[in-house]
């Protein structure tokens, strides 16, 4: 049985492995459309003439991760 610390921890670590399996995913798309891209946990930066073309990505992504 777990106590109530245990699964505080468990919680955090589901958070920040969904986090990285979520930037993962949004920075192989970048690659592929061969854009430039930053990321430090929840914040995703590219160039600014690529920022429109990025959001589509962030948006596909994350409504594809949504629906998993």
């Given at each position: 049985?777990?106590?109530?610390?245990?699964?505080?921890?468990?919680?955090?670590?589901?958070?920040?492995?969904?986090?990285?399996?979520?930037?993962?995913?949004?920075?192989?798309?970048?690659?592929?459309a061969g854009l430039r891209f930053?990321?430090?946990?929840?914040?995703?930066?590219?160039?600014?003439?690529?920022?429109?073309?990025?959001?589509?990505?962030?948006?596909?992504?994350?409504?594809?991760?949504?629906?998993?």
């Amino acid at each position: 049985m777990l106590d109530n610390r245990e699964l505080h921890f468990l919680r955090i670590l589901y958070t920040h492995l969904t986090g990285s399996h979520m930037m993962m995913m949004i920075a192989l798309a970048c690659r592929d459309a061969g854009l430039r891209f930053v990321g430090v946990h929840d914040s995703f930066w590219t160039h600014a003439c690529d920022v429109d073309q990025m959001n589509k990505i962030l948006r596909q992504k994350f409504g594809r991760y949504l629906k998993m």
